[in-house]
């Protein structure tokens, strides 16, 4: 018996020191990610029910600051026609899912975004994001709870103009968790 305890150390001590935990993998990935040559923006959806981010970067446009992290409003993304985007959304709440999370669209450049977000409180079933209007989504994260992340890869629209990007989880459009993609030639 005192065998196989002193071999069960040695066998976690050497899966520990090869790096056999899950989270180096992880943070591997997340690093590989980032390394592809698609502009990453790192979104924040927070309790207030508002888009932010941590820091100031080329192609944002900020508002206001929220909160003694000095996060940042982000009001506005501007991109080139057929530039590839990643968001990458993280949720941060300490409520449940249930009463606070969220999800970031890109609608079409003719979607009525408030009526979009009315027929959200409709769709719960499908977190918020209404069937019979699918068409008028150029991308989409799935709706995230606090502490979660979740990302789109997607590319800019080729036509020149603005999309209007909302979170559709209820109530938060109304509440200003909205912003504009600007297409435009460089």
């Known amino acids: 018996m005192k065998f196989l305890n002193i071999l069960f150390a040695l066998s976690l001590t050497l899966f520990i020191a090869?790096?056999?935990s899950g989270d180096n993998n992880e943070q591997?990935?997340?690093q590989d990610r980032t390394t592809d040559d698609v502009r990453?923006?790192?979104v924040i959806g927070i309790d207030q029910m508002q888009f932010v981010v941590e820091e100031?970067?080329?192609g944002i446009t900020l508002g206001e600051a929220f909160g003694a992290d000095s996060l940042r409003k982000l009001v506005g993304i501007t991109a080139e026609p057929g530039e590839e985007i990643r968001i990458r959304l993280t949720t941060r709440s300490q409520m449940n899912a249930n009463a606070m999370a969220h999800n970031w669209?890109?609608?079409t450049m003719d979607t009525d975004a408030q009526a979009f977000s009315t027929a959200a409180l409709r769709a719960k079933d499908n977190d918020y994001v209404p069937a019979n209007m699918t068409d008028q989504i150029l991308a989409q994260t799935g709706l995230v709870g606090g502490g979660e992340t979740t990302e789109v890869t997607f590319?800019?629209?080729e036509e020149p103009g603005e999309y209007e990007y909302i979170c559709t989880f209820p109530g938060h459009f109304s509440a200003g968790?909205?912003?504009v993609?600007?297409?435009q030639e460089s």
């Open 18 to 20: 090869c790096g056999g």
């Open 28 to 30: 591997t990935n997340q």
């Open 40 to 42: 990453t923006i790192n």
């Open 56 to 58: 100031n970067a080329d």
């Open 105 to 107: 669209l890109l609608l």
């Open 155 to 157: 590319t800019a629209p």
């Open 177 to 179: 968790m909205k912003g």
């Open 181 to 183: 993609l600007t297409v």
